[in-house]
């Protein structure tokens, strides 16, 4: 689960007096702690690393990691916003491919999108250790979750309003919630879904999405 780094979030300014990096080479050194710390996590099944593996593992110094992050838990965050940012640029992807077959195959792409962070052995692995420091530790990464539910939704609302949604909102974020939450539910069995188990999920928020609005009725 590897993107392009925003230091905008992650990054601490350096301490008055201290020469900073070029831009390039400083943006390199925080993408090698967060691939490092990402590697380490993935590895020890979602537990957080120490700081002195993670520096070890970047080829940097904990003077380097103090440059961009205040404290483990900063960096923790920095990697869950980063995975959150992935799925949804994988999901915006798969759906963009699917422009030209009308809106229920670029709903169908994105939910699918979703959910092939659990069917693929090692998106799986990356995800699980991404979702599984994304539920508690710190506040914000706590909200990482309902950040990325929102961000899917965002994608979804426009196909769902081609299909007729009463709310396309609602529909779009309940279409959202339902597919996350089966994620984290494969992720956290270790069992990948089938396709009998995609289709059917898929199949279901779908006709949710074209259900009547309740508040007409």
């Not at 799986?124 to 994304?134: D, H, I, P, Y």
């Amino acid at each position: 689960m590897t993107s392009e780094t925003d230091l905008s979030r992650a990054a601490r300014p350096a301490a008055p007096g201290r020469t900073r990096a070029p831009e390039e080479a400083a943006r390199g050194e925080a993408r090698a702690l967060l691939d490092a710390g990402l590697a380490l996590m993935v590895a020890a099944g979602g537990r957080r690393p120490r700081v002195a593996d993670i520096v070890v593992a970047a080829g940097l110094s904990n003077d380097a990691f103090y440059r961009f992050f205040a404290s483990k838990d900063a960096l923790v965050e920095a990697i869950v916003e980063r995975g959150a940012r992935t799925v949804v640029g994988y999901v915006r992807h798969r759906m963009a491919r699917a422009a030209e077959d009308g809106p229920e195959a670029r709903l169908r792409a994105g939910i699918e999108a979703v959910l092939r962070q659990a069917s693929d052995e090692d998106l799986a692995r990356q995800t699980r250790a991404v979702l599984s420091n994304a539920t508690g530790h710190t506040p914000r990464a706590a909200h990482v979750t309902v950040a990325l539910v929102d961000a899917l939704a965002a994608l979804f609302a426009q196909p769902a309003a081609e299909l007729g949604a009463g709310d396309p909102m609602r529909a779009a974020r309940t279409t959202a919630g339902g597919a996350v939450a089966a994620l984290q539910y494969w992720l956290f069995t270790e069992e990948a879904p089938g396709r009998a188990e995609t289709e059917h999920l898929v199949g279901f928020l779908l006709a949710g999405v074209r259900a009547p609005d309740s508040r007409r009725r």
